[in-house]
Nanobody, 117 residues
């Protein structure tokens, strides 16, 4: 099992910035994929960004100009820098890790991000 704990969510005005952090513990493998998904009220969960242990990133088209994902393998941590936030970015943001060998996902409890207009 992998435990993931997010932090950094909150309330911000349009065009503001937030940085989310997620720290993993437990049965972590260095080559696990890590990333962020989000779920807005009444919508399906969508992937926002992911990053491999080697630093290769994949960011959703809807946020790629504004969000940056990064990772610190020594700390088992992943970060999401969110700039130029819009009201449509309002959602619960979930950190995840994916075990390559079994395609198993582990999820954090989520952190609320609210962007006011």
């Amino acid at each position: 099992q992998v435990q993931l704990v997010e932090s950094g969510g909150g309330l911000v005005q349009t065009c503001g910035s937030l940085k989310l952090s997620c720290t993993a513990s437990g049965d972590i493998l260095s080559n696990d994929l890590m990333g962020w998904s989000r779920q807005a009220p009444g919508k399906q969960r969508e992937r926002v960004a992911s990053i491999t242990s080697g630093g290769t990133t994949d960011v959703a088209d809807s946020v790629e100009e504004r969000f940056t994902i990064s990772r610190d393998n020594r700390k088992n941590a992943v970060y999401l820098q969110m700039d130029s936030l819009k009201p449509e970015d309002t959602a619960v943001y979930y950190c995840f890790s994916r075990r390559r060998t079994t395609d198993t996902y582990f999820w954090g409890q989520g952190t609320q991000v609210t962007v006011s207009s």
